[in-house]
Nanobody
Framework: QVQLVESGGGLVQAGGPLRLSCAASGITSSINTMVWYRQAPGKERELVALVSNGATTNYVDSVKGRFVLSRDNAKNTVYLQMNSLKPEDTAVYYC????????????WGQGTQVTVSS
């Protein structure tokens, strides 16, 4: 059973950095994608960034140049380094893992709050 444990959320002033981590246990397939989503109050959940097992990354336009996603395959951990944070980055951030084993399976973390004060 795959479990995702997120950490690193908190309160930060605008312009500051924060790093989120998501440690995944129970992943058995080497074919997987690790993703960060976020959901702000009253808004739909949006994909922020993803990294494939081949280390290809993609970002939503609003975070390009500010956020950096990386993964440590040995630890099955993904890191989201968030720089130059803005109040509009305030949201609950969710880790998501998609694993392929005959079919795609999707797993979610519990979410971690990021609050950026102006």
């Amino acid at each position: 059973q795959v479990q995702l444990v997120e950490s690193g959320g908190g309160l930060v002033q605008a312009g500051g950095p924060l790093r989120l981590s998501c440690a995944a246990s129970g992943i058995t397939s080497s074919i997987n994608t690790m993703v960060w989503y976020r959901q702000a109050p009253g808004k739909e959940r949006e994909l922020v960034a993803l990294v494939s097992n081949g280390a290809t990354t993609n970002y939503v336009d609003s975070v390009k140049g500010r956020f950096v996603l990386s993964r440590d395959n040995a630890k099955n951990t993904v890191y989201l380094q968030m720089n130059s944070l803005k109040p509009e980055d305030t949201a609950v951030y969710y880790c998501n893992v998609r694993e392929y084993s005959s079919q795609w399976y999707t797993y979610w973390g519990q979410g971690t709050q990021v609050t950026v004060s102006s």
